[in-house]
T-cell receptor, first 113, second 112 residues
């Protein structure tokens, strides 16, 4: 089954404790991206990647890091989480030549206390 | 001011009615226009996308783009309770393949 898998689905952590949210897709897609979704603000892009070792900032990259060492994986790293990073996070992927952002993961609800 | 504006709703309609959703935008360089559906506790799923102006139809769904007015619409005919969800519009320019701008989403409730 074609899918984008995020882990964990739910996470509560404390300020300053480094964490990683994993994202994996099984469709051989070149393009992957991360979004955060907040009430009234919709989806805002954090980072995206057009291929292995190629990443670029979205609209709200501050406080986040990403890496793309393999085509299927695109982890989101929060080096020192803060309460304003409490949000619902989505990973997405697609073929560069196909439909835009065709597949989203199920989401990761992160709470930073 | 946001680049993409979308009324958050909720928009409540009786089953069988036509649902009309829209977004306005400020960046005249946007060329790709998408509509996503998001059920509660789920990730968005791509419903339709169009390039530049015009209409596109897929089953009960019709997407329209009016670039002169910077206005896009999604119509859902013969609405069903299963259409109850949040609908998000998104758009991007020709040369920014990776960078999508989303609207805030409109919550739709279809009552039996």
């Amino acid at each position: 089954e074609a899918q984008v898998t995020q882990n964990p689905r739910y996470l509560i952590t404390v300020t300053g404790k480094k964490l990683t949210v994993t994202c994996s897709q099984n469709m051989n897609h070149e393009y992957m991206s991360w979004y955060r979704q907040d009430p009234g603000l919709g989806l805002r892009q954090i980072y995206y990647s057009m291929n292995v070792e190629v990443t670029d900032k979205g609209d709200v990259p501050e406080g986040y890091k990403v890496s793309r060492k393999e085509k299927r994986n695109f982890p989101l790293i929060l080096e020192s989480p803060s309460p304003n990073q409490t949000s619902l996070y989505f990973c997405a992927s697609s073929l560069l030549s196909g439909e835009p952002e065709a597949f989203f993961g199920q989401g990761t609800r992160l709470t930073v206390v | 001011q946001k680049e993409v504006e979308q009324d958050p709703g909720p928009l409540s309609v009786p089953e069988g009615a036509i649902v009309s959703l829209n977004c306005t935008y400020s960046n005249s360089a946007f060329q790709y226009f998408m509509w996503y559906r998001q059920y509660s506790r789920k990730g968005p799923e791509l419903l339709m996308y169009t390039y530049s102006s015009g209409n596109k139809e897929d089953g009960r769904f019709t997407a329209q783009v009016d670039k002169s007015s910077k206005y896009i619409s999604l119509f859902i005919r013969d609405s069903q309770p299963s259409d109850s969800a949040t609908y998000l519009c998104a758009m991007r320019t020709n040369d920014s393949w990776g960078k999508l701008q989303f609207g805030a989403g409109t919550q739709v409730v279809v009552t039996p």
